[in-house]
């Protein structure tokens, strides 16, 4: 199914074939332009052939509660964390307000979603918001839309990042409006992202395990190459870092002044300069040196991982949450588990732990299907029994579900939701095998613990409040449950310490405390000790304690360890270190002596912060949410042939605050005289709702122009009526989509017959998507798409076109980098109108010359296997090198053939080749091949070439 706009795009055309092609070109670039402005009609991608869906479970009823300065909107289960919401992001504007010297000028709209599962269907963005992306601030109308995650202060950083955002963008907008130019800076991402973050948090054991493994590894970048981290979490961290040096060094003032003052230069390096008064090259290296005096002192008294243990999985991709098999006689001995994105989807893998990468399997396959949606490997922990049964949670459709996986017999045991609960994590077996612990996070925010009984299938809440409980894990006797939690009076500043359960009586104890985070604790198998991670070094390391609290440091490691796993003999343990930029799993003997002891003094244990603390004290009663509809785009564009006419286009987008209601029209004309401005007049204008998992939209249009068929022959053609567009998706990786559309149609060609009637043609397609992409194109997984069209004439009751198409494409993965892509596709269409496909050139058959081959019925066959040439391209060119994207290599093979009705079967034509790829960004692909034809009796002499800008298939 095809959105409005490329619908009517495709209609607003000029007499003449070379005038066609360029009003065709402007319009299809008003319609890229506008779905990527504010969606694709119905849901992420879903207009388009393929593309995996983002799917709206819940159907939210709002409400909004007003401040001073920030308007928050929710639904009525999550109104405690709205008031909590209310004050924070009301204290972060005043203290915004200071620091930038400024106000903003309309209230900022936030919008509150009590989970990331919630948050993930929101439609302020068209696009798949993945896990790690924990809030975003939108340009247009400046909304900020977050999730809560469980955590009070990781929720107040969120805000006050995003807040940071919102005061950034309303000074450029205001400068840029008093001080008009040609051109205007943008601030890069390293500084923005890293002015929020030194904003709204303080420097944490995350930051120095990103920027502190870069200088002791010495990877840190210059400012001038700080745009290689751009869309990844060490962006930001950096950016904190070198903002802190700007502000701590130049006074807080010069960050301030690098926004209002950035309407004076040409380029963000000469701002900089100006503004510190030193060139950005010192600066850059003042930063460095400074970084290099604060960690290198670190080596001196710290073993690195390597040398503190052995690396067991690390080779690829991230590697995460070991967890060893308690009984060393299962599996064939010697086994751990361990989630990694090591091809790019997210498995659970087995591995033996005797060995670097030994006997590494694939045990349950992740992103590919909807009960394995996601395993979110950098919040939840997996477990297995002593009989070898593997728990773990999943996104199961709109919610996480606790699952029992039989490894040797590769079925699901255990397949449950857990009563309301919205996110699960890190569940836990007790010694028998017959409980599980887990961590469970509800729709009004509390994240608490569980234990569920899988005998009986009651599930029983041990915990009951609005502290952040996590990482549950037994003792062996099965009578207590060690955790993590910030119910702690450093709680409320993100801090987290380690408390015990009484299974029975339900009586918490502190077994850590401090102003530190303690976490992921594991208890040893003789219930002796509780092994744990720390940051109250200031990096996470390694520690242990005992049932009293009196423990110690394992080793002072250079790099930051977490998520600690005993072997069964309780004499090493399994645990995740961070080196080199990844995350690998390391084995390390326990020591007989711990380092750094610490005991608990019970007399001295704080009351924990109270959450009632943090709401709102506004009186204000919530209000019911209504629509209230603002532009998201208006543009227009002009095609120009100097010999020719002229033709002219306009589109723009409507949309709600919450991005459930758009509205979108379009107008066009291609009249060569005053004569035919009305009569080649088009236009459309749609509704779109997309508030239901049901999306559905209406539309009326009219279209008047010229067309030529696939095979070159001109009409005129005049359409006027009304669509019907719906979609329905079964799982982010599949849906139903269709169309139906009653109209008035008017078609005369320059020769043959001519059509008047009133016509109907109704769509039905059939989608799956869960491929796997990289730079260049797809690289896993697979993607097919099932359509049937029929278009019928009410004026003599005749079947005007009945169309059937398939395309299934496959991706076979040879390597963590190499792939054979295969594509079928086979075309069918009939009736008094049948449809003419075309084919031939870079994106069909190459070799062959685009559009050259055309009929009624079609099929083709593609086969290509792709490869790395090179990472990266350094051009020498005066005064500074010129960086392009890496090429990749392709070997392809093609067949296919094109004919009509009354013509017999032809014989394939065939093409076979070389391929280069550069990704200009995006989707976006620039290709050059190489093709020689062959009729697989003879092949051609002479190399056809082709150039193509646009998808990789």
């Not at 990877?219 to 961290?237: E, M, S």
């Not at 003094?601 to 509809?629: C, F, G, K, N």
Request: aromatic letters at 14%.
């Amino acid at each position: 199914m095809h959105s409005p706009s490329s619908r009517l795009a495709g209609r607003v055309l000029l007499r003449g074939r070379t005038r066609m092609k360029k009003i065709r070109l402007l319009v299809g670039l008003l319609a890229i332009a506008s779905t990527s402005a504010f969606a694709p009609a119905l849901s992420h991608a879903q207009s388009f052939a393929f593309g995996k869906n983002k799917v709206h479970y819940n159907s939210f009823q709002w409400l909004t509660l007003r401040g001073d300065h920030v308007e928050i909107f929710y639904y009525p289960e999550e109104e405690p964390l709205a008031r909590v919401a209310l004050t924070l992001a009301e204290e972060s504007y005043q203290d915004l307000k200071g620091k930038f010297q400024h106000e903003v000028s309309r209230s900022i709209p936030l919008i509150v979603y009590s989970s990331h599962q919630h948050f993930e269907q929101t439609n302020v963005s068209p696009y798949s918001l993945p896990e790690g992306v924990q809030g975003f601030t939108e340009f247009s109308k400046g909304r900020v839309v977050l999730p809560y995650t469980g955590s009070f202060a990781e929720f107040r950083h969120v805000i006050h990042h995003e807040l940071v955002h919102v005061f950034q963008l309303s000074i450029l907008e205001e400068v840029y409006k008093k001080h008009r130019k040609a051109s205007y800076v943008v601030p890069p991402l390293w500084f923005s992202e890293g002015l929020a973050e030194y904003w709204s948090t303080s420097w944490d054991s995350q930051g120095t395990m990103v920027v502190g493994d870069m200088v002791l590894e010495d990877r840190l970048p210059g400012i001038q190459d700080l745009w290689r981290y751009n869309g990844t979490f060490a962006v930001y961290k950096l950016g904190q870092s070198l903002c802190q040096y700007i502000g701590e060094t130049y006074g807080d003032d010069a960050l301030r002044r690098l926004y209002t003052e950035i309407y004076k230069d040409d380029r963000f390096e000469k701002l900089l300069q100006r503004v510190t008064g030193v060139p950005t090259r010192r600066l850059s290296d003042d930063w460095i040196y400074r970084l290099k005096r604060q960690y290198f002192p670190e080596v001196k008294d710290r073993m690195t991982l390597a040398l503190a243990g052995e690396e067991r999985a690390g080779s690829q991709g991230v590697n995460l949450k070991p967890v060893a098999v308690p009984d060393s006689t299962l599996f064939g001995g010697c086994r751990y588990f361990f989630i990694s994105a090591r091809s790019g989807y997210t498995n659970i893998y087995s591995a033996s732990w005797r060995g670097r990468e030994q006997d590494v399997r694939s045990v349950v396959r992740g992103q590919r299907a909807a009960q394995f949606e996601s395993f979110h490997p950098f919040q939840s922990r997996i477990d297995v029994s002593r009989k070898g049964e593997l728990a773990f949670v999943s996104k199961w459709n709109e919610r996480d579900a606790l699952f029992v996986y039989d490894v040797t017999a590769k079925k699901v045991l255990v397949r449950e939701y857990l009563d309301d609960l919205i996110a699960l994590s890190s569940p836990a077996w007790n010694r028998e095998g017959t409980k599980i612990a887990v961590a469970g996070l509800k729709p009004s925010g509390q994240m608490d613990l569980y234990v569920f009984d899988r005998t009986t299938k009651v599930l029983s809440r041990l915990t009951n409040d609005f502290y952040t409980d996590l990482d549950p894990t037994w003792s062996p006797d099965g009578k207590q449950i060690a955790f993590s939690s910030d119910r702690t009076r450093f709680g409320a500043d993100g801090h987290q310490n380690l408390f015990l359960i009484d299974t029975e009586t339900l009586a918490i104890r502190y077994l850590t405390c401090g102003a530190w985070t303690d976490q992921t604790p594991a208890w040893s198998p003789d219930g002796s000790r509780i092994a744990f991670a720390s940051d109250r070094s200031g990096s996470s390391d390694l520690y242990a304690v005992n049932p009293n609290g009196d423990g110690g440091r394992f080793k002072r490691l250079l790099g930051a360890a977490m998520d600690p796993s005993w072997l069964p003999d309780g004499k090493g343990i399994l645990f995740t270190g961070y080196r080199r930029g990844g995350f690998a799993v390391y084995q390390m003997p326990v020591p007989d002596q711990v380092v750094d002891s610490f005991s608990l003094e019970t007399v001295d244990v704080p009351s924990p912060w109270r959450w009632e603390d943090t709401l709102a004290r506004s009186t204000q009663h919530p209000m019911p949410y209504e629509p209230r509809y603002g532009l998201d785009l208006v543009q227009g564009g002009i095609a120009v042939e100097p010999t020719e006419n002229i033709g002219e286009g306009l589109q723009g987008a409507v949309s709600d605050l919450l991005g459930n209601h758009l509205f979108y029209f379009q107008l066009g004309n291609t009249a060569q005289s005053t004569s035919e401005i009305l009569s080649r007049m088009s236009g459309g204008a749609w509704y779109i709702n997309l508030q239901h998992r049901w999306n559905y939209g209406l539309g009326v249009f009219h279209t008047a122009g010229d067309y030529e068929d696939a095979i070159g022959a001109q009409y005129f053609e005049r359409k006027a009526g009304a669509s019907i567009l719906a979609s329905y998706p079964f799982s982010r990786f599949s849906r139903i989509e269709g169309t139906a559309q009653a109209y008035y149609d008017e078609k005369v060609r320059d020769f043959g017959t001519s059509r008047r009637g009133f016509l109907t043609t109704h769509s039905l397609s059939l989608v799956r998507d869960n491929a796997l992409w990289f730079s260049t194109g797809p690289r896993d997984g697979a993607r097919y798409n099932l359509t049937g069209a029929l278009t019928t004439n009410w004026n003599n009751g005749r079947t005007e076109n009945v169309m059937v198409s398939a395309d299934l494409r496959r991706y076979l993965r040879m390597s963590q980098w190499t792939t054979v892509a295969l594509r079928l596709q086979s075309r069918v269409s009939s009736g008094a109108d049948p449809q003419r496909f075309a084919m031939g050139g870079s994106y069909s058959l190459r070799g062959y010359g685009r559009r050259s081959l055309y009929g009624t019925r079609m099929y083709l066959v593609n086969a290509e296997y792709r490869f790395p040439l090179f990472d990266r391209l350094v051009l020498g060119v005066p005064l500074q090198s010129l960086e392009l994207p890496g090429i990749e290599g392709a070997v392809f093979a093609d067949a296919g053939n094109a004919w009509e009705k009354f013509e017999k079967f032809p014989r394939p034509k065939g093409s076979f080749g070389l391929g280069l790829r550069m990704s200009l960004g995006g989707y976006f692909v620039l290709r050059y091949d190489l093709a020689r034809q062959t009729d697989f009796q003879r092949v051609k002499p002479g190399w056809e070439r082709e150039f193509y800008v646009g998808f990789d298939y």
